[in-house]
């Protein structure tokens, strides 16, 4: 979780957010997958985080932590929130991605 909130920070730095949060145009289905694709945007730059960490020996990464990142990832997506609290999945409605995308 943290990696992915240092993945928003990476956005922010780079100026994606600004360009993501700027005026909010487009119809409401375009800005839903802005969304979607920024939050991907920042699991993959956590990824890429993790693995330079791991090459590095990183004392912050320890035995079990990529399973359990890819697992919360995979608890997170949309399709499974839904699907858990309303039996039903909507993808017009997601705002982070399906759990196959966030641990891709």
């Known amino acids: ?10 956005q922010h730095v780079l100026g994606i957010m600004d360009k993501v949060e700027a ?3 487009g119809s409401r289905a375009s800005r839903r997958m ?22 590095n ?8 932590d990529f399973e359990q ?6 608890a ?10 309303q039996a039903r999945v909507v993808p017009e409605a997601f705002t982070h991605g399906t759990s196959t995308q966030r641990q891709r």
Do not use: K, T
Not at 1 to 10: D, K, N, S, T
Not at 40 to 54: E, N, R, S
Not at 69 to 74: C, S
């Open 1 to 10: 979780m943290i990696a992915h909130e240092v993945g928003h920070h990476v």
């Open 23 to 25: 005026p909010a145009r």
């Open 34 to 55: 802005r969304s979607v694709r920024v939050e991907l945007q920042a699991d993959c730059f956590a990824g890429v985080w993790a693995a330079g960490a791991q090459r």
């Open 57 to 64: 020996n990183a004392p912050l990464i320890e035995p079990g």
């Open 69 to 74: 990142g890819l697992n919360a990832a995979g």
């Open 76 to 85: 997170i997506g949309n399709d499974r929130l839904q699907h858990q609290s």
